[in-house]
């Protein structure tokens, strides 16, 4: 038997196995790596986006609030505003009767003043007449 030697044009070929082997590994190590940073990047992602919609709904439950407080004051504020109103056109009806009143007393007071004055005297002349007679 001959002695066994290995070939040496399978050293190249050999060679060239190994590296695509080493550069298969060196790539899957760096794909499992960058799939874990994005299933991390992924987990915080959604951690804050998570967050924010809580934030928003809460936002929109506030608001929501805010303005049915809002249409409930302002619903107050327009039996307010209906009562004072019609208060008010009380009122001016009482001024317009008192006013209507007061303009017939100074429209008549000169009528009623010579009335007076004539009754003041009707009653004097009488007094005079009744000490008249209650001395005669």
Known sequence: F????????????IGLIEQIIEDSVKLEKETTA???QAQ???????????GLIKSLEDEVREKSDAIASAKGDAAQAASD?????????????????????????????????????QEI????????ILSGAASA
Request: overall charge negative.
């Open 34 to 36: 960058s799939e874990y």
């Open 81 to 117: 505003l209906e009562s004072t109103v019609s208060e008010l056109e009380s009122l001016e009806q009482y001024r317009a009767d008192v006013h209507g009143e007061c303009d017939f007393l100074l429209k008549n007071f000169d009528i009623r003043q010579r009335a007076r004055r």
């Open 2 to 13: 001959n002695a066994y030697k290995t070939n040496a044009g399978s050293s190249s070929v």
């Open 40 to 50: 991390t990047d992924y987990e915080t992602f959604v951690q804050t986006s998570n």
């Open 121 to 128: 005297e009707a009653i004097q002349s009488a007094k005079a």
